[in-house]
Nanobody, 119 residues
Framework: QVQLVESGGGLVQAGGSLRLSCEAS????????MGWFRQAPGKEREFVAT????????YYTNSVKGRFTISRDNAKNTVYLQMNSLKPEDTAVYYC????????????WGQGTQVTVSS
């Protein structure tokens, strides 16, 4: 069982920055692939970014490339999402998720943290 707890959301003006954190329980965090997703009101949940177990591979959805950075600290069981140059369309509930291998689906999810970007 893996528990994920997100933090760091809030209200920010367009052009501002936020850093989301996701702390995981369990001793196997360093072997998990981690991802960030988001869901805006009235929209389906969408993929934002993913990072492999070592941090050596990272992928982003096109709309956040160059603005968001995913990273992890396996010693702290934490994955981060640094969000810069925020836009109103980034407003959403952000979720972190984990999966045991690159070929599986995400099977553990956090409760989400709200990010609101004002224009």
């Amino acid at each position: 069982q893996v528990q994920l707890v997100e933090s760091g959301g809030g209200l920010v003006q367009a052009g501002g920055s936020l850093r989301l954190s996701c702390e995981a329980s369990g001793r196997t965090f360093s072997s998990y692939h981690m991802g960030w997703f988001r869901q805006a009101p009235g929209k389906e949940r969408e993929f934002v970014a993913t990072i492999n177990w070592s941090g050596g591979s990272r992928y982003y959805t096109n709309s956040v490339k160059g603005r968001f950075t995913i990273s992890r600290d396996n010693a702290k069981n934490t994955v981060y999402l640094q969000m810069n140059s925020l836009k109103p369309e980034d407003t959403a509930v952000y979720y972190c998720a984990s999966k045991p291998s690159i070929a599986t689906t995400y099977n553990y999810w956090g409760q989400g943290t709200q990010v609101t970007v004002s224009s």
